[in-house]
């Protein structure tokens, strides 16, 4: 948006700014410049879950394009309710509305090449025509349908490349799903006013109480400052919160832009179940597609819950196998992590006896509380560090989507790939959220920071609640609503001096 105004922009991105297609990928791995050559953040995170240590390598990207390198790419539009205020004081209610939203989610929609079928209980998306479904997914089609589901065809950020498979989980090199590399830091680099610098870490941000003066970065190893007119910060709802606390001096000695104490609070995650599900009669589960969605249960009398989705991936004994290691490492599971090698034969023997299914995701929306927060490590500065305690009622609201859910799939055969809660750690949001009042809010309803006025933050940090749906696309929304309007903002400046 700014580029395209006109104005001179500096990316500065901690990972890398291209990516080679022979680089075996492996998200376990522990070899920080493979991961980094992966798209994949190259350090384990850090945190206590119901006062549990874990340490993990977590489910975030880094390079250009951030996450969306290894996103599954289903691109969904939050629904109007979220919007509205949902606490008793107001204070996680967004001071924007749907409608402000709606002209940038289409914007959105087109730049991502957005395709699927409208959800027909919420038929505004701007989206392609999907391609033919699998044969497995008009089973499921068909069937939730008839149990009085309303399915659509998942929106999805993808060109459907013949021959590639559904996406996410790693890099595509197909051109084929559309991340935010290719719909917007390409097209900003082609206007030769954009600056890519890879490999730098922004380390902290220095500011007086007029505003930001400068940033202190590395990149391979050497210190640079880079100054600018208005700086952005978009490192993601873990990292965001960190560089501003870690940025904390004589000016701001509660951490920069924190004087509201909530930099870091309200820490969202989604929960989200994955199960397997079985087709009926003779249909072939040998491709499911990543197609079906429906939203019959995203507010259930008057209780949030969320989507359903389908994932594309089939109860495969590599997929249970990747799904067991990872539940090891996010669950701090210790004494199992030995025998994590050992986790074939587990998978194996699933599979062998359940045989194939379809898996299908929910994502129930998380509700913000003051202390499940992002804070400094009290040891590794530099390590994202989180506390986060799963309250009863998001218990109570997974009890309840999941007998939901089970009726929308009456007459198949089910099981819950793991069974207690699964927070969705590829989808943190919520530590900055935005708002009018400047002691409930780190952020202004333009996303601008309430006390540093040359500061925005435009990625998921900003979302007061974090609604039932995937982020992406609000995330890339309000960043082009953000972008629209400091655009404007320069302007007028300019115009005075
Ligand atoms: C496996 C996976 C599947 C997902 N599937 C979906 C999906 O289907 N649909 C959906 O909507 N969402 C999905 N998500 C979530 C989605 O990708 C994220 O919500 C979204 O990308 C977050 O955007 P962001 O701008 O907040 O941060 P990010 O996309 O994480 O970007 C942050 C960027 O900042 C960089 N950075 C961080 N710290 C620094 C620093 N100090 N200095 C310099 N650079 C820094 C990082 O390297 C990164 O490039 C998925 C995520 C994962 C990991």
Known sequence: MLAKAGYRTIFLEKGLAEFVESEPDDPDSHDQSQRLRNGRWPEQICGKVNAKLVRFFP?????????????????????????????????????????????????????????????????????????????CDRHFFSSTRSNGMHPYRVHTACKYIKGCGPCGGSICHKSCKQDARRAFIEPALATGRVTLVDQCVVERLNADRNGIKELHCTRNGEAIKVTAKLYVLAAGALSTPLLLLKSRNDHWPNGLANSSDLVGRNLMFHASDFFAVWPRGRTRVSSPGKSIAFRDFYVHRGVKLGVIQSTGLAATAGNALHFLKSLIDRKGINWLKPFKPLMRVPAGIGVFLYGKATI??????????????????????????????????????????????????????????????????????????????????VLDSNNRAHDVPNLYVVDGSFFPTSGGANPSLTIAANALRVGAYMATELNALSQLA
């Not at 969306?68 to 969904?76: K, S």
């Not at 089970?406 to 699964?422: E, Q, T, V």
């Open 59 to 135: 489910a975030l990207g880094c390079g250009a394009g951030g996450s969306t390198l290894l996103y599954a790419a289903a691109l969904e539009r939050l629904s109007p309710q979220d919007f509205q205020a949902v606490d008793k004081d107001g204070s996680a209610a967004w001071p924007i509305s749907y409608n402000q939203l709606e002209p940038f989610y289409q914007m959105a929609e087109r730049l991502l090449h957005v395709s699927g079928t409208q959800d027909p209980l919420q038929p505004d998306a701007e989206v392609n025509d999907p391609p033919e479904m699998t044969e």
């Open 360 to 441: 299908f995701a929910s994502i129930i929306e998380d509700r913000p509380y003051p202390d499940n927060r992002v804070k400094p490590h009290p040891d590794e500065p530099d390590t994202i560090y989180f506390e986060y305690t799963i309250h009863d009622e998001l218990r109570e609201r997974v009890q309840r989507f999941r007998d939901l859910y089970r009726s929308a799939f009456k007459r198949h055969r089910m099981m819950l790939l793991g069974s207690d809660i699964s927070l969705n750690y590829g989808h943190a949001c919520g530590t900055c959220r935005f708002g009018y009042d400047r002691s409930t809010a």
